[in-house]
C-alpha cells in the first residue's frame, strides 16, 4: 500500500485529480493506493475556508477505483483537533492558508499509516512515484528536496527544504518528537514559513534529495515531481507568477509544456463531467 496525504478544502479539488491522475499515468506498480485528505472548516476565518465535499471525495474514489479496486480515498475532518491546537495561534494567518498546518496535526489522527507521502495539491508526477516512495527512511524522520530558492539565498541553512513533497517516517517521527515540536513552534512563535519553518527547526535527523523530486522551476527529463508554485520570472519585466497545473491555456502558452497532456486533457474531461453530473467514460 503507497500512503498519500493531502491537505484543504474544496479548492484542492483540482490539484487532487490532477495529481492523481499524473500518479496512475506515470507509475507501473500494481500496489493499491491509500489517499488522505485532511480537511476542516474554518470558515470563520473566511468564507472559503470550508471542508473539501463528500461529492469530491466520491468523484475522486470513483476515478481512483477504476485504475485499482483497492484503491481507496479518505477524507479526515480535523476541525476539532486543528480547533485545539492552533485556533488563533500566531501563524493561523499565514502566508498561504491554516490547511497548510494540517499535516503537523498527522500523529494525533488514529489509523494513520507510519510512512506516508505528503503532497502539496499543485504537482504533477513525471515519473514513477515508487522512485520516491521506495526511498528508504527507516534511520530519518523524512525525505525531502532543497526549496529552488531557499538553496540560493539561505545557503548555510542545511536543513532548509521545501515541505511541498515530505516522504514522512511517522514512526521515527513520533520517537523524535517532530510533530509535537512543530506544534509547539507554530504556538510559540510567528515564523516566517509557518509549517515549513517549524518542522525545519523541529528537524533532528532528515535526508536531503535530489531537486528532481520537487522541482519548483523547471522540468527536466529526469524530473519526478514538478512542483507548480510559484516562482519568479525575468521576463519581460521581473516579476512573480502563480502558475497552477489545471491553468492548462498557461501551461501551454507560458511553459510550453506538451508532456503533462494526456493528464491533462483527461482532467478536462473528468472536470465537467463532475460539473455537469454525468458518468464518466460513458458508464
Not at 214 to 240: A, C, E, G, M
Not at 243 to 263: A, E, G, L, N
Request: charged share 25%; hydrophobic share 35%.
Amino acid at each position: 500500500m503507497i500512503n498519500i496525504l493531502f491537505c484543504g478544502n474544496d479548492k484542492v479539488f483540482d490539484g487532487i485529480l490532477t495529481c492523481m491522475l499524473s500518479i496512475f499515468k506515470r507509475t507501473k506498480t500494481t500496489e493499491p493506493f491509500n489517499v488522505y485528505v485532511f480537511t476542516m472548516d474554518v470558515s470563520h476565518i473566511k468564507p472559503e475556508y470550508k471542508c473539501i465535499t463528500d461529492e469530491q471525495i466520491k468523484y475522486l474514489e470513483n476515478i481512483a477505483k477504476r485504475q485499482n479496486p483497492e484503491n481507496k480515498i479518505t477524507k479526515v475532518d480535523v476541525t476539532d483537533v486543528y480547533t485545539k491546537e492552533f485556533a488563533n495561534s500566531p501563524n493561523e494567518q499565514c502566508y498561504c492558508s491554516p490547511y497548510t498546518l494540517l499535516r503537523l496535526l498527522a500523529d494525533l489522527i488514529p489509523g494513520i499509516p507510519e510512512k506516508f507521502l505528503y503532497l502539496d495539491a499543485d504537482l504533477l508526477f513525471n515519473d514513477d512515484i515508487t522512485k520516491l516512495y521506495n526511498l528508504d527512511v527507516s534511520q530519518y524522520e523524512y525525505a525531502a528536496a532543497p526549496d529552488h530558492y531557499g538553496k540560493l539565498i539561505l545557503f548555510w541553512q542545511r536543513k532548509f527544504i521545501n515541505a511541498g513533497v515530505i516522504l514522512f517516517n511517522v514512526k521515527k517521527c513520533r520517537e523524535t518528537g517532530l510533530f509535537e515540536k512543530s506544534r509547539k513552534e507554530i504556538k510559540a512563535h510567528k515564523l516566517t514559513f509557518a509549517d515549513e519553518s517549524a518542522i525545519i527547526r523541529s528537524t533532528t535527523k532528515q535526508l536531503k534529495i535530489s531537486q528532481r523530486f520537487n522541482d519548483q522551476k523547471f522540468l527536466y527529463k529526469k524530473t519526478v515531481i514538478r512542483h507548480f508554485s510559484k516562482r519568479l520570472f525575468w521576463l519581460p519585466y521581473p516579476h512573480t507568477d502563480n502558475i497552477k497545473q489545471w491553468m492548462v491555456s498557461k501551461v501551454h502558452t507560458v511553459f510550453k509544456y506538451t508532456q503533462f497532456d494526456d493528464v491533462l486533457y483527461e482532467y478536462i474531461y473528468l472536470k465537467k463531467c463532475f460539473e455537469n453530473g454525468v458518468e464518466p467514460y460513458g458508464n
